[in-house]
């Protein structure tokens, strides 16, 4: 090479040989550009480090946990413990921590209690959420509906307030439907159900016509009640007859007698 051509070139930088056309960079070039990266993060890493143990920043993080006024931990230590321990401690700790060989000590195994029937996975078909499950509408929409289970309490619940051997009056009766079936329809007002709802509906109303006939008891009274709520005389007559028998009587004919409009002057909510 002639030694003008030499003079003009450029220096290479050091540690690196100069690329030709279409040439790769040198390993040496490769190894010690990672060498220099390296030594850029580990001196990242120990003044982040030593910025979280500074006094100040502990200082801090220490009146937090104070005013915390947190329980004592699987140790057993409280608050006050761990001061009085990291007086005599902390350097021993905080120079281990700088020079990575502190190991805390490991932490107590804790078993937790885990309830299947609500943690399982599957189909969200036939599973309930807070009360609700889901139902396929005859189009293949999805709807929400009152979950069997929360639908069996609804109907135990309304057998105890509804007993015929309470002794109570329809008043009474009504009164205790007025304090506990709103409540029920407020928290499952997003059933999308309305012909189940009014199906429940129609079976109250049937427990509260066999109430009814039981609080009238002789059937001289139930004739005398029947007559004077509209009741043909034939009609009237057919029930006082077998006033034994509440539950097959509140069906039929008493339903024009002892009818939707009758309760609701008494103040009995609907369902639907």
Known sequence: MPLGT????KPGQPGRAVAGHGEAVSETASDEAGL?????????????????LARENLARAWKRVKANKGSAGVDGCTVQDTAEYLKVAWPDIRQRLLDGTYKPEPVRRV???VNESKTAVGLAWGRKFLGYCQWSAPRG??????????MHKLRDRLRQL??????RSME????DLQRYVPGWKAYFHLAQTPRIMRELDEWLRHRLRALQLKQWKRGTTMYRELRRLGASDAVARRIAASSRRWWRNSRMALNGVVSIRYFDELGIPRFS
């Open 141 to 150: 929409e999805v709807k929400r509906a009152v979950a069997d289970q929360a």
């Open 111 to 113: 078993a937790l209690k």
């Open 36 to 52: 220099a990266r390296r030594a850029q993060t580990d001196c990242g890493a120990g003044e982040l480090l030593g910025q979280a």
């Open 162 to 167: 509804t007993r015929r051997v309470r002794g």
């Open 172 to 175: 009474q009766a009504a009164q």
């Open 6 to 9: 030499a003079l003009h070139q």
